[in-house]
T-cell receptor
Framework: SQTIHQWPATLVQPVGSPLSLECTVE??????LYWYRQAAGRGLQLLFY??????ISSEVPQNLSASRPQDRQFILSSKKLLLSDSGFYLC??????????FGSGTRLTVV | EDKVVQSPLSLVVHEGDTVTLNCSYE??????LLWYKQEKKAPTFLFML????IEKKSGRLSSILDKKELSSILNITATQTGDSAIYLC????????????FGKGTKLSVIP
């Protein structure tokens, strides 16, 4: 069966520090992968999606970036965090069925 | 720009009440509409709707899609305190990669 792993679960980082969140999927190949962010009081916002290794599409301009170095690995990064980057970050994947499976999420607090 | 609007934004009911949550959308290349329940962490999948007029049911929850009206409702009967959560509506679209556009959610609070 397919599973999605996301870590860390919580993170407190100072402004200006770098960020790296990792997501991996098991039990499937060539998934579509997504990063979403949920800020307080707002809906889930699509940040990046990827349909294959090295293929990244950005939905929202910001100081975040994403990479897909392997088929089932998706990484969200930042060189310098801003206060506004605080939120709940969710990785998700889709396969052949039109539904999303979400990772457990990372709650990021930038202080 | 794709848009999903949910109403109400929040709702407080007593145990045993029946609630109806609304979702309307404007998207290009509609493929599906999904409902999720989010408690403290990641959203959990409830329903996926692709065909108009066909009700999907799971226990006390049910949902139906109206493609003509570009909307969907989620019904919860005989609510329980465990139903307290944020209910998210999302619409799947995209000719290539499948993307979800989420509404802001409806926060449901069920009080004893």
């Amino acid at each position: 069966s397919q599973t999605i792993h996301q870590w860390p679960a919580t993170l407190v980082q100072p402004v200006g520090s770098p960020l790296s969140l990792e997501c991996t999927v098991e039990g499937t190949s060539n998934p579509n992968l997504y990063w979403y962010r949920q800020a307080a009081g707002r809906g889930l916002q699509l940040l990046f999606y990827s349909v294959g290794i090295g293929q990244i599409s950005s939905e929202v301009p910001q100081n975040l970036s994403a990479s897909r170095p392997q088929d089932r690995q998706f990484i969200l990064s930042s060189k310098k965090l801003l206060l506004s980057d605080s939120g709940f970050y969710l990785c998700a994947w889709t396969g052949r069925v039109y539904g999303y499976t979400f990772g457990s999420g990372t709650r990021l607090t930038v202080v | 720009e794709d848009k999903v609007v949910q109403s109400p934004l929040s709702l407080v009911v007593h145990e045993g009440d029946t609630v109806t949550l609304n979702c309307s959308y404007e998207v290009t290349n509609f493929r599906s509409l999904l409902w999720y329940k989010q408690e403290k962490k990641a959203p959990t999948f409830l329903f996926m709707l692709t065909s108009s007029g066909i009700e999907k049911k799971s226990g006390r929850l049910s949902s139906i899609l109206d493609k003509k009206e570009l909307s969907s409702i989620l019904n919860i009967t005989a609510t329980q305190t465990g139903d307290s959560a944020i209910y998210l509506c999302a619409v799947g679209s995209g000719a290539g990669s499948y993307q979800l556009t989420f509404g802001k959610g409806t926060k449901l609070s069920v009080i004893p």
